[in-house]
């Protein structure tokens, strides 16, 4: 079947380190967003990337970094730089044109420590 | 992007028919109306995107008056496996989903 792969599903950091989530999909879809979801709130965007080795900045990039080598891999890396980085991180692909409807993973919790 | 406004929670019982509006005023000619489900530490999954009128699928309706300044998520006949977190976006050809809080609906025997 066709989706969104997100790992690990729970990853615990510790205060200066970086880490790094991964996100793979096989939708074939040309758009690739990330996510982070707070308790209680909405998702607020971080990243996307709607072609390869091409990124935006989201709402909230500081802190991150992420990069887009093949179509099908979109990792984001949670740097030492992100001061508040416990939070759920959801990654989302679309395939651009008529289409509207996203696909999401099932998510990364990451908890610092 | 218009900014949508929807209620914090909503309650109901087994079988009853859950309708949740949501305003968005602001809405552009180009924009389409979308609402996501979320359940509990799983990502949201798409559920039904309309531009106006009504649409229907398997799963719920979506009722968008001529004035698309609101529109309303119809869930009939709810179950406990209901309960989630219901999301109204407006949506951009080719643009990116902005999320507001969302909509909690418990669903209780």
């Known amino acids: 079947d066709g989706g969104i792969t997100q790992s690990p599903k729970y990853l615990f950091r510790k205060e200066g380190q970086n880490v790094t989530l991964s996100c793979e999909q096989n939708l074939n879809h040309d758009a690739m967003y990330w996510y982070r979801q707070d308790p209680g709130q909405g998702l607020r965007l971080i990243y996307y990337s709607q072609i390869v080795n091409d990124f935006q900045k989201g709402d909230i990039a500081e802190g991150y970094s992420v990069s887009r080598e093949k179509k099908e891999s979109f990792p984001l890396t949670v740097t030492s730089a992100q001061k508040n980085p416990t939070a759920f991180y959801l990654c989302?692909?679309?395939?651009?044109?008529?289409?509207?409807?996203?696909?999401f993973g099932s998510g990364t919790r990451l908890t610092v420590v | 992007l218009a900014k949508t406004t929807q209620p914090i929670s909503m309650d109901s019982y087994e079988g009853q028919e859950v309708n949740i509006t949501c305003s968005h005023n602001?809405?552009?000619?180009?924009?389409?109306i979308t609402w996501y489900q979320q359940f509990p530490s799983q990502g949201p999954r798409f559920i039904i995107q309309g531009y106006k009128t009504k649409v229907t699928n398997e799963v719920a309706s979506l009722f968008i008056p001529a004035d698309r300044k609101s529109s309303t998520l119809s869930l009939p006949r709810v179950s406990l496996s209901d309960t989630a977190v219901y999301y109204c976006?407006?949506?951009?050809?080719?643009?990116?989903?902005?999320f507001g809080a969302g909509t909690q609906v418990v669903v209780t025997p």
């Open positions: 976006l407006v949506v951009r050809r080719g643009g990116k989903l902005q």
């Open positions: 602001n809405i552009a000619t180009n924009d389409y």
């Open positions: 989302a692909s679309r395939q651009t044109g008529d289409s509207y409807g996203y696909t």
